[in-house]
């Protein structure tokens, strides 16, 4: 259809020419005409040369004035100046490009990299590029989205430098709305379990409280004291809780640090919150050892003592449930129970809780977390019935369990008393003679 169209523009053209025909002297008059014409362009061949940047040399600036004014409408150089401005701390990111004409006093022209439409996202690549007529070379230069200013027109005398707008802060946003928005991308394409993970760390950085911060040194540290005693291989020997087999005080034999971790005890607030607030606790929500014991806490003055025993009393409680969870005959009584999110995962990971019943080794090792925190509630001096009803075994077994712990079971008026001498003394493992 082209080639169609072109031989009938050919013959419409021949045929409106034949009966005009102009004379030579009209020809040769039109073509100097033509090559007299200013206005008509001309083919340039020139080579074309791509600067690269370089991070020493600042990249052109490029300014435009969307009000209409022409720098270069007035020959003299003079008649305009034009100041580049840094910020003092972020110099590198915040420039201010002022032009001032002479001819108008009273407006200068500002143009900056951080408001405006400086703030919108860098979706194309930009250059400047200078035809050099002498030498027949194109040179281009890069230049970034955020060096090209518009040029505002601002009355002198009004102090607005200093001021930025409210929509500025786009890239310089404050620590929080940083960690939100991390969080909602980590939401979206994060991994499951790196998701979980996320979740418990909110848990522990709630926005009213202000000790949040505190919080994560905290599981800093908490991380740093699980790795201590990961790395101390005694405890896992005898499978025991960590130990400190040179201690001189009670207290130092066990740390209870290494028990419960510092991050552990903003979760372990609900017989605190029942006891301070009146509400009775029954063995059919708790055990038997913190039922009698509970008392204790309202003849305590001292308020970080009574919270502490407190914590102590309720993770005694989650450590008897949780055995009971995994057990045949326990596990009606804990079906009900609401575990902390963090206590949950330590357990399931410490005792390795992948079937519904727990290993013979795991099983003493979490009766013996038990046993340390109740020397720790009765302050080293206690006695077995309760904590026997509860683990559901005998005295005869439990003092066994005692005893490899390195207390010592003594019997007064029918009633057993452990106590815990220091330094520690474990029993020697007896072995059996082979017959010959």
């Known amino acids: 259809m082209d080639s169609d169209t072109e031989e009938t523009r050919s013959q419409m053209t021949a045929t ?5 025909t102009p004379s ?33 040399r600042i990249p052109p600036l490029v ?31 915040r420039l201010q490009v002022v032009v001032t004409p002479n001819k108008e006093p009273k407006v200068d022209f500002v143009g900056t990299t951080y408001a405006g439409e400086a703030q919108a996202g860098e979706l194309c690549s930009y250059g400047l590029g200078i035809l050099d007529k002498a030498t027949q070379t194109l040179k281009i230069v890069p ?19 200093g001021k930025e707008p ?36 909110q848990t522990l950085k709630q926005e009213d409280d202000p000790d949040s911060q505190n919080d994560l040194d905290a599981i800093k540290q908490g991380m740093i004291d699980r790795e201590d005693t ?52 029954s063995q059919d929500s708790f055990p038997a050892f913190v039922c009698n014991r509970v008392h204790k806490l309202q ?56 079937s519904k019943r727990l290993s013979t080794e795991k099983n003493n090792l979490l009766i013996s977390y038990v046993l340390v925190l109740t020397l720790f509630a009765d302050e080293f001096q206690t006695s077995m019935t309760d904590i026997a009803k509860d683990l559901r075994m005998s005295n005869a077994t439990l003092r066994t369990h005692y ?13 057993s008393t452990v106590t815990l001498p220091v330094p520690l003394q474990f029993p020697s493992v007896r072995r059996k003679r082979r017959n010959r």
């Not at 409106?16 to 005009?20: A, G």
């Not at 002297?25 to 080579?47: G, I, S």
């Open 16 to 20: 409106k020419s034949e009966p005009l």
């Open 143 to 161: 230049i970034a989205s955020n060096k090209i200013f518009r040029m505002e027109a601002k009355i002198q005398g009004l102090d607005s430098a």
């Open 403 to 415: 005893e490899t712990l390195g207390c010592k079971v003594s019997k007064k008026n029918d009633v």
């Open 166 to 201: 409210a929509g500025s802060g786009i890239g310089e946003l404050s620590t929080q709305e940083k960690a939100k928005r991390r969080n909602e991308l980590h939401n979206l394409y994060g991994t499951k379990k790196s998701i979980r993970q996320n979740k418990k760390m």
């Open 24 to 56: 030579k002297k009209h020809k040769k008059r039109k073509r100097v005409a033509a090559e007299a014409d200013p206005e008509k362009p001309q083919q340039v061949q020139a080579t074309i040369r791509v600067i690269p940047g370089n991070p020493e």
């Open 299 to 354: 003849l305590i003055e001292d308020e970080d003592k009574r919270n502490k025993l407190s914590c102590i009393f309720s993770y005694i409680t989650h450590l008897l449930k949780f055995k009971d969870l995994h057990s045949m005959d326990g596990f009606s009584s804990a079906k009900g129970h609401r575990f902390p999110s963090m206590i949950k995962d330590k357990f399931s990971t410490m005792f390795d809780a992948v």
């Open 63 to 93: 300014g435009y004035f969307p009000s209409g004014f022409d720098p270069t409408l007035y020959p003299d150089p003079d008649s305009t100046k034009v100041g580049v401005f840094r910020h003092k701390e972020r110099g590198g990111t």
């Open 230 to 281: 990961e790395a101390s291989e005694g405890h896992k020997d005898r499978n025991t809780p960590p130990f400190n087999a040179s201690a001189t005080t009670p207290h130092e034999a066990y740390p209870l640090d290494k028990i419960i971790t510092t991050e552990e005890w903003k979760f372990l607030q609900d017989i605190y919150k029942l006891s301070e607030g009146g509400a009775e606790i």
